[in-house]
């Protein structure tokens, strides 16, 4: 083939606009409005690409997104490369660098930095397809509904008209008219758009594809798609080769013999199916390109003639563009006026039409004689003189394939697809994909209509990751959620953690300090002087109604609507299974009030359960939820000395042990912001949570902070808050438990009433639940107090056999910390009947080694709480 | 794309739960409130003085919005006005001036932005006076079309942990 420009035409290029490129290193020339595919047949380089396997040279064979060969590996302007983009649909710009690959492309390393991004829109009418037929439909419904909303897709940049949005392509259809579609740079700084769309009604305007017919060496360049070689001549002003053989089965090919005569291009033969005729075979010159066709005049073999040419044209037939009617869960029929599979009846959604060439009006057919492949010559041809009959050229499969396929015994084309591979490649098959069917019915002596086609599945073309997460990437990628005191961690060098979407500081190290160094301080602080902590997270429910307390009784594992109006309580809830799923520290705001609080994770989930119980199973209760999680900022202050920094924030509230108990609340004008005061601790210290409005957030923290100062009060994170917690056995709902634990097992059986019913009771009650030997809650005491066991690891008995798979397991670690106040390390652990086997001792096998730790109680520090009124 | 972006201010806010079919508690808090709570879904009503506006954000949900003066007081005023009108009726209010942030969105771009991050259709799902619980990028908004003359308006109520992400995120879509 020896493609070159011509002195004239070509209705997509400006001539006046020279763009400078490269292909595989070599500098070369084009012009704005060029393909990659059309600049590169312009200056003469036909072989595009080595194919994946047999390292065949391989041509331009189409001018549209079907191309199974031209996919080169591009490198944009910004240094990223991007693979596998298609040569025949990628607009040359200037400064563009592409290579050649073969058959697969390699992923940039660094992080692509353009721009992509989505949007949404409402239409009443979807045109997909700018030619005359989706034009047509687009204005017949403009004319009958003139408040109708209507929008035409087209994936050719040049496509134009009222209401069109142009290289655009339709990726896939889903349920109830929903459309999505990737637009090229739809704005200069976006490299794309992903449009998802909800129509009305489709029109389905995307046309055929053209279908080469199979032969012998059918894959060499020069060897192209008829309708393709007068696209380039047309549109590009490019003529592809100098002497051209044309095989063909239909009358679309007239015209483009009389595009290419008019370009120059002296026609050597014409091969009509039609006539009895046939091409059988391609030689090649040196470099792999076509060089000569050979042809049998008559069916059956005979005498071939050989002809010279660097150029073949071919055509099969046409193939109407089904794949969104397909996805659209639209049947197809095989229509033999056409040879090729066209829509039948629509999907579920049903709104959905195909016009023009798509619903198998294929313009200038005439009459089609069905030609799918052209076999060896030889008279009783083995398996392997079908080896080069190419059917997908992308994946280097074969007639030989299609053939082994069907001789292993499969019988169901998307089985054959499998095997063979077959439309599996990044073209999903376009050119391939029919005629595959149509070869393995003839094999199997069927009707091509009654094997059918494999399942059309979106997308239509390659999409990229970058272009589906859009501008949800980096910082962007998820909702990084913080509270009203966030900039004050961050100027105060908090180290934070995700917590769900929320950023929650961690520790607050000083300069040059380590995590370990830094809790210990913490943690120190809050055992004998006084701590703070933004608790802001919490998850808040305001209960109100006259049946609030029943209601929070069914809820709960135990009992709340004794409680009396001022005082607080801790409540266990549970699933229907029995298992633990939330806790906190509910309060009664007032006779048909209660406020309660969940774990910072659980904060939407609990909200959702109440919602379900209270919509689904008990309607009648008058009680309401509302989420008041975000509605108050709460800041913890713990330790011995947090009393005399509450008294000088709230002077009006009286704050003696006796006036203002623990486990009480009370209303308290704080810092002058009138909130509430919650004498809760989740440290067995003296602590008391602050809530005002979250506006005012930042505000308490700093006048926490300035009463504080005198105290060396410090404030602490998570990881503090999580040993202060551990030491005193109180579990963490996630960490201690999974899914699979009791309020019983957790030692909280005082906690579980045995005088009320409660959503998880039934469950708690199954043998399995009473089994003595189910895992619970103990401390964990490593005999050696520097070990720091890690969370997770297993606990087997002293005397396991470790060479005897399985070993038998107890238990896990499911916390570890050291302890300032114990002075050493400590865990707490899920063990199979665990509490009555404290002061036994269990092994932890770790990398290498076998540590020992002795069983202990949960709570290890201040189990008789006599802190959490002060120092004792 | 012309479109401002605003953080507002505290804006008093009071969640109200009723039964929508106890038509004369609806008109007695109708009364009170000088906007009656609506029961035509996704819509909104305004208040006689014009500033406090009903939205519909369930069948048995409301969010009483007032001015951006004052909230605390105000809220307590809403829900005090309301308690009143519910005589022997079971009705909760609850203040949640602090739980949601206003951001606002205006100029003739405003749709044009949101269409990037929100699903919804803007131009006929949500005229003006519509609200509606959606997602805008990725956090759950009440989104609420205020006004479309002398240029679009558009209000999005989000919890004040979001506030950061969702300014961010605009801010990223208004560069495309």
Known sequence: MSGVRLPAGGDRIDRSLPIAFEFDGRALTGFAGDTLASALLANGVDIVARSIYDDRPRGVMSAGPEEPNALVQVERADGVSEPMVRATTLPLEDGLRAWSLAGKGRLAAQTDDARFDKRYTHVEVLVIGAGASGLAAAAA????????????????????????LADTTALGVYDHGYVTAVQRRPTPRTEGRLWHIRAGRIVIATGATERPIIVA???????????????????????????????????????????????????????DVRRGESVVGTGADDHGRLASVAIARSPGGGRHETVDADLLLVSGGWNPNVSLWSQARGTLRFDERIAAFAPDRPGPHGRMEAVGAAAGDIADLGRIEPAWIVPPAADDPGEDAWATHYVDLQRDATARDLQRAL?????????????????????????????????????????????????????????????????????????????????????????????????????????????????????????????????????????????????????????????????????????????????????????????????????????DHLEEWLQTEWPALRVRATSVTEQWATVAVVGPRSREVVAALA?????????????????????????????????????????????????????????????????????????????????????????????????????????????????????DSLRPDRKQLVGLLPVDPGELLPEGAQLVAPDADLGR?????????????????????????????????????????????????????AVLFDPENRRRDGEP | ???????????????????????????RIGEALTALPPTVPNTATAATDG??????????????????????????????????????????????????????????????????????????????????????????????????????????????????????????????
């Open chain 2, 1 to 27: 794309m012309t479109v401002t972006l605003r953080e507002m201010g505290p804006v008093a806010q009071v969640s109200l739960r009723a039964d929508p079919a106890d038509a004369g508690l609806l008109a």
């Open chain 1, 407 to 607: 001789g292993a015994g499969l019988t169901s084309i998307e089985h054959v697809k499998r095997y063979t591979t077959i439309g599996t490649a990044a073209d999903q098959g376009k050119t391939s994909g029919v005629v595959a069917s149509a070869i393995a019915a003839a094999i199997l002596g069927q009707e091509v209509g009654a094997v059918g086609v494999p399942t059309y599945r979106p997308p239509v073309v390659p999409v990229s990751f970058a272009q589906l997460a859009g501008r949800d990437r980096g910082d962007l990628l998820d909702p990084i959620r913080v509270t009203p005191i966030h900039d004050w961690h961050v100027a105060h060098g908090a180290v934070f953690e995700d917590v769900g979407q929320w950023k929650r500081p961690r520790y607050f190290p000083d300069a040059g300090e380590s995590m370990e160094a830094a809790v210990l301080r913490e943690c120190a602080a809050a055992r004998t002087g006084v701590a703070v902590m933004d608790a802001t997270t919490l998850g808040k429910i305001d209960l109100q109604g006259p049946d609030a307390g029943v209601f929070l009784d069914r809820v709960y594992t135990n009992t709340f609507s004794t409680l009396k109006v001022g005082a607080c309580r801790y409540g266990v809830m549970c699933r229907v299974d029995g298992m633990v799923f939330d806790d906190g520290v509910t309060s009664r705001l007032a006779d048909d009030r209660f406020h309660m609080t969940t774990t910072t994770g659980n904060a939407a989930p609990v909200l």
């Open chain 1, 651 to 767: 002077p009006g509230l009286d704050i003696s042990i006796g006036a203002f108990p623990f486990m009480t609340w009370r209303d308290a004008v704080i810092a002058g912001i009138a909130g509430r005061v919650f004498r809760i601790s989740f440290s067995g210290e003296l602590a008391y949570e602050l809530n005002v409005p979250a506006n005012h957030g930042l505000e308490l923290w700093d006048a926490v902070m300035a009463a504080g100062a005198p105290l060396g009060i410090t404030p602490y994170g998570t990881e503090t808050m999580h040993v202060l917690r551990a030491e005193k056995g109180y579990p963490i709902i996630g960490q201690e438990t999974d899914g699979t634990v009791t309020p019983q097992d957790l030692g909280l059986g005082a906690l579980v009433s045995t005088k009320k019913d409660f959503i998880g009771r039934r469950s708690q009650r199954r043998p």
């Open chain 1, 217 to 271: 060496d059918g894959d060499r360049p020069g060897i192209m798609l008829a309708s393709a070689a007068a696209a380039y001549v047309e549109r590009y002003g490019v003529r592809p080769g100098a002497r051209a053989v044309l095989f063909t089965n239909n009358d679309t090919t007239d015209r483009v013999v009389t595009v290419l005569r008019a370009a120059g291009v002296e026609m050597a033969a014409e091969v």
């Open chain 1, 141 to 164: 419904t403009r004319s009958a509904d003139p408040g109708a909303r209507v929008l035409v897709l087209d994936a050719d940049p040049g496509a134009a008209g009222e209401g069109v």
């Open chain 2, 51 to 176: 500033e406090g506006h009903v939205l519909w954000l369930g069948p048995d949900e409301w969010l009483v919005v007032a001015t951006e003066d004052a909230p605390t007081e105000v809220a307590a005023a809403i829900e005090a006005a309301v308690r009143g009108a519910a005589g022997d009726a079971f009705l909760t209010a609850v203040d949640v001036s602090a739980n949601r942030v206003g951001i606002e969105i205006a100029g003739p771009g405003a749709a044009d932005l949101l269409a990037s991050g929100c699903a919804l259709d803007l131009e006929r799902g949500l005229p003006v006076g519509g609200c509606a619980q959606t997602l805008l990028a990725r956090a759950n908004v009440v989104l609420w079309h205020v006004a479309d003359d002398p240029t679009p308006v558009y209000r999005a109520l989000v919890r004040p942990s979001f506030v950061r992400y969702l300014l961010g995120w605009l801010r990223d879509a208004l560069e495309a």
């Open chain 1, 805 to 857: 798979v399985p070993v038998p397991m107890l238990g896990h670690v499911t916390s570890s910390y050291r302890s300032a106040a114990l002075g050493r390390t400590f865990a707490l652990a899920l063990v199979k009947g665990g509490r009555d086997r404290i002061g036994e001792r269990v092994s932890v096998p770790l990398a290498g080694r076998v540590v020992e730790a002795t069983i202990a109680e």
